[in-house]
T-cell receptor, first 115, second 111 residues
Framework: DTAVSQTPKYLVTQMGNDKSIKCEQN?????MYWYKQDSKKFLKIMFSYNNKELIINETVPNRFSPKSPDKAHLNLHINSLELGDSAVYFC??????????????FGPGTRLLVL | KQEVTQIPAALSVPEGENLVLNCSFTDSAIYNLQWFRQDPGKGLTSLLL?????REQTSGRLNASLDKSSGRSTLYIAASQPGDSATYLC??????????FGKGTKLTVNP
């Protein structure tokens, strides 16, 4: 009965590799998000999708590419991983877009460590 | 550009004490303000959401207030328990179509 799930939970990889993180929500929400929480625990939005369409793309290197195959899934692919990409990545979802600004539900996070 | 500040960064209290966490934001044009809880190694759990037209919201021992004009919110926790130990994050949703988070207050409730 998990609301927002992410896989994998932990990811350890070498610099230069390409990796993907998957997110699924079973809440029937229209909007999904990716956040990055850095080593100082500061949480910042990276991307937002509403009904499979990109609506927010913050200043994120183009090595990061989100993909939404359907409105229940939002995956994050990262090319040519760098040491600075090490962080916890959270997926979230909410019903409605910015006009409704409703509660966001977060996944458990994916802890990425780049060596 | 919206900025959210939370004070204090860390707080340690004995069990049973009532406490207040503070959040301030620079741009008062917000849709809502949300308080979240984050446990170590876990995701965020939404505690309370206050719409911009509201002044406060209550859930159990938690009460959150919002003073939009002054750019402030407080989270009041009554009769604190060790299980309340976590990091509490404040976030505002403004016209930029995104949640802007503060850095959080790490709360420790000692038995």
């Amino acid at each position: 009965d998990t609301a927002v799930s992410q896989t994998p939970k932990y990811l350890v990889t070498q610099m230069g590799n390409d990796k993907s993180i998957k997110c699924e929500q079973n809440l029937g929400h229209d909007t999904m998000y990716w956040y990055k929480q850095d080593s100082k625990k500061f949480l910042k939005i990276m991307f937002s999708y509403n009904n499979k369409e990109l609506i927010i793309n913050e200043t994120v290197p183009n090595r990061f590419s989100p993909k939404s195959p359907d409105k229940a899934h939002l995956n994050l692919h990262i090319n040519s991983l760098e040491l600075g990409d090490s962080a916890v990545y959270f997926c979230a979802s909410s019903q409605g877009g910015s006009e409704r600004a409703e509660t966001q539900y977060f996944g458990p996070g994916t802890r990425l460590l780049v060596l | 550009k919206q900025e959210v500040t939370q004070i204090p960064a860390a707080l340690s209290v004995p069990e049973g004490e009532n406490l207040v966490l503070n959040c301030s934001f620079t741009d008062s044009a917000i849709y809502n303000l949300q308080w979240f809880r984050q446990d170590p190694g876990k995701g965020l759990t939404s505690l309370l959401l206050i719409q911009s037209s509201q002044r406060e919201q209550t859930s159990g021992r938690l009460n959150a207030s919002l003073d939009k004009s002054s750019g402030r919110s407080t989270l009041y926790i009554a009769a604190s328990q060790p299980g309340d130990s976590a990091t509490y994050l404040c976030a505002v949703w403004s016209g930029s179509e995104k949640l802007v988070f503060g850095k959080g207050t790490k709360l420790t409730v000692n038995p």
